[in-house]
């Protein structure tokens, strides 16, 4: 592959850190040896996005503020990773959203945690839960839609029984295809400044 993918976490979310190294770990196997950096974001920006009267989040405007501080980061990719309860008109939430192809993408940890369903702490749970997110919405990225396959990676969840099932890793099909967008350079043009 000519470029390494560089991801950037942008982190709104301080009970993640620990997890965080073996999301990195996760996200570097399945971008076929990407890199991450990481940076804590202001929490405040989020409070621009928040509708009262849902007592959520805009997604796409979340995203919009991000795009913001994302001119500042030198990185191909750029993940925020929020606690808040996001959701875009017309649908209850979202677990998150990225541009298609393009250069950012949110997750919420808020409806991936097995105490917001009623049940018990589980962090091995959770985590897989944040890796398939993150790997889903990166996908989107760089260029992969949804998928038929409910095991992939990329197929659309919109319940947490969903995302259970399916599995933190592309389909062979959707593989083939991140691989020759991952190629052609206009799927990584986004860096500020090339790496040295
Ligand atoms: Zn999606
Ligand atoms: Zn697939």
Redesign the pocket.
């Known amino acids: 592959m000519a470029v390494n993918l560089h991801i950037h976490i942008l982190l709104f979310e301080a009970t993640i850190s620990r997890i965080l190294e073996e999301v990195e770990e996760h996200l570097c196997q399945v971008f076929f040896g990407s890199r991450c950096s990481i940076s804590h974001g202001d929490p405040s920006l989020l409070e621009k996005s928040y509708n009262r009267a849902r007592g959520q989040y805009h997604s796409s405007r979340l995203l919009a503020q991000v795009g913001k501080v994302a001119e500042n980061l030198n990185a191909h990719r750029i993940l925020a990773v929020v606690p808040v309860d996001l959701y875009v008109p017309g649908l209850n939430f979202i677990f998150g959203e990225a541009q298609c192809p393009g250069r950012l993408a949110i997750i919420s940890t808020h409806r991936l945690r097995p105490e917001f369903y009623g049940k018990a702490e589980d962090g091995s749970l959770f985590l897989s839960r944040v890796k398939k997110e993150a790997t889903h919405e990166l996908g989107h990225t760089l260029g992969l839609t949804h ?1 038929s ?1 409910p095991t ?1 990676v ?1 197929f659309f969840s919109n319940s947490i029984q969903m995302t259970d099932r399916k599995k933190p890793i ?2 062979p ?2 593989e083939r295809q991140l691989r020759e967008n991952m190629s052609r350079l206009r799927f990584l043009t986004a860096y500020n400044t090339p790496p040295g």
Do not use: L, T
């Open positions: 998928c396959d992939c990329m592309f389909c099909v959707c």
